[in-house]
């Protein structure tokens, strides 16, 4: 069975410090994995994904993620917080890269001023 | 370019009363699907179709039904509504292929008193 567990529920930072939203997967197929972000009342939007072509994936916004199979983890990192990051973020399997998503339960980041 | 569009944005119900949530989307993809969204429990399939005429259930597909009579629709019925359907309803669409991303609506938030 495909599972994703995002070890933090809430994270939160003072702006202009790093961010570190952890991730860990469980796929019995060579997974895609993807980041998306929601903010308050809208809907989600991709971040980054992972697709097998790099271990280290960048995206939108100056985030970036890395693929650790070792460790089976994909942990999303920025190393500057804004306070237009404030959202909730959602880390997500699709088990053999195919259209079934696994979602986490989301990881709510406050960014203080 | 409206990509996925969910009507209507917010919805109050009474108990036991029926409706329809509306999905489309306009960009010919095959898979579509329903999630519901519940605090600290991320995103749970509901149901799911891989192209006209198909549809399976998801994760929790108890008091939802489905059809796909076209690409573009994908509606969600409520039979009799309950308090534990109270949730944001996503409708997502995704291309046909290995490690593609989803394209989400907007939402549903719905309340079943």
């Known amino acids: 069975a495909q599972s994703v567990t995002q070890l933090d529920s809430h994270v939160s930072v003072s702006e202009g410090t790093p961010v570190l939203l952890r991730c860990n997967y469980s796929s019995s197929y060579s997974p895609s994995l993807f980041w998306y972000v929601q903010h308050p009342n809208k809907g989600l939007q991709l971040l980054l994904k992972y697709t097998s072509a790099a271990t280290l994936v960048k995206g939108i916004n100056g985030f970036e993620a890395e693929f650790k199979k070792s460790e089976t983890s994909f942990h999303l990192t920025k190393p500057s917080a804004h306070m237009s990051d404030a959202a909730e973020y959602f880390c997500v399997v699709t088990p053999g890269g195919f259209q079934k998503l696994v979602f986490g339960t989301g990881t709510r980041l406050l960014v203080s001023p | ?113």
């Open chain 2, 1 to 113: 370019n409206a990509g996925v569009t969910q009507t209507p944005k917010f919805q109050v119900l009474k108990t036991g009363q029926s409706m329809t949530l509306q999905c489309a989307q306009d960009m010919n993809h095959e898979y579509m699907s329903w999630y519901r969204q519940d605090p600290g429990m991320g995103l749970r399939l509901i149901h799911y179709s891989v192209g006209a005429g198909i549809t399976d259930q998801g994760e929790v597909p108890n008091g939802y039904n489905v059809s796909r009579s076209t690409t573009e629709d994908f509606p969600l019925r409520l039979l009799s509504a309950a308090p534990s359907q109270t949730s944001v309803y996503f409708c997502a669409s995704i291309p046909t292929g290995r490690n593609t991303e989803a394209f989400f609506g907007q939402g549903t938030r719905l309340t079943v008193v």
